[in-house]
């Protein structure tokens, strides 16, 4: 079973540091993208980037550029995603999700992961 | 805002059929990329409903359907069950490099 599961919820203060993991099963890490997704409170969600195990290509969306960074690490079949300076507006539930290439084209994501919750307050 | 259009509530009584609207522009499913759609039940993750436009992964019921005309996109749910009752977000490509939502549709069974 193709499977993501991430790191348990988060409790921070405004300008700490914080790094949020996703482990992937199932299938081959390194030949699927994952992306991260935003869901703030009560809001749709949100795109936040994509990285490819395999070789470490990152994209990110236009309107998070620089505020995030996503990592992976292929030895175990994990991806991050990574603050340095968080604020109350970070505070959000993550989703990893793997997402499918197909046809040459960008397409869907599945599995998705169970989500992270970050709260930032202080 | 999104750069996908969703409106934002729709409802309908149990066995009803219902649509919900997914409308881009020439960047994103007007230039041909494909739409897909997720239902997100309370509490929980999305999970894929419809892939490639009209296609449904396995286990998902027929009930589901999906269509594409132009920079719009839709969700057709027939035989609407309490069940159904959802969050439901369109997605694509949008040419500015980004991959994009729909802001959402909440869907409730009456």
């Known amino acids: 079973e193709v499977q993501l599961v991430q790191s348990g919820a988060e409790v921070k203060k405004p300008g700490e540091s914080l790094k949020i993991s996703c482990k992937g099963s199932g299938y081959s890490f390194t030949t699927y993208y994952i992306a991260w997704v935003r869901q703030m409170p009560g809001k749709g969600l949100e795109w936040m980037g994509i990285?490819?195990?395999?070789?470490?290509?990152?994209r990110y969306s236009p309107s998070l550029q620089g505020q995030v960074t996503i990592s992976a690490d292929k030895s175990i079949s994990t991806a991050y995603l990574q603050w340095s300076n968080l604020k109350a507006s970070d505070t959000a539930m993550y989703y990893c999700?793997?997402?499918?290439?197909?046809?040459?084209?960008?397409?869907?994501?599945?599995?998705w992961g169970q989500g992270t919750l970050v709260t930032v307050s202080s | 805002q999104s750069v996908l259009t969703q409106s934002p509530s729709v409802s309908g009584a149990p066995g009803q059929r219902v649509t919900i609207s997914c409308t881009g522009s020439s960047s994103n499913i007007g230039a041909g990329y494909d739409v897909h759609w997720y239902q997100q039940l309370p509490g929980t993750a999305p999970k894929l409903l419809i892939y490639?436009?009209?296609n449904r992964p396995s286990g998902v019921p027929d009930r589901f359907s999906g269509s594409k005309s132009g920079t719009s996109a839709s969700l057709a749910i027939t035989g609407l069950q309490a069940e159904d009752e959802a969050d439901y977000y369109c997605?694509?490509?949008?040419?500015?490099?980004?991959?994009?939502f729909g802001g959402g549709t909440k869907l409730t069974v009456l």
């Open positions: 990285i490819y195990p395999g070789d470490s290509d990152t």
């Open positions: 999700a793997r997402h499918e290439y197909s046809r040459g084209t960008w397409g869907w994501f599945d599995p």
């Open positions: 490639g436009n009209n």
């Open positions: 997605q694509s490509y949008d040419s500015s490099l980004s991959l994009v």
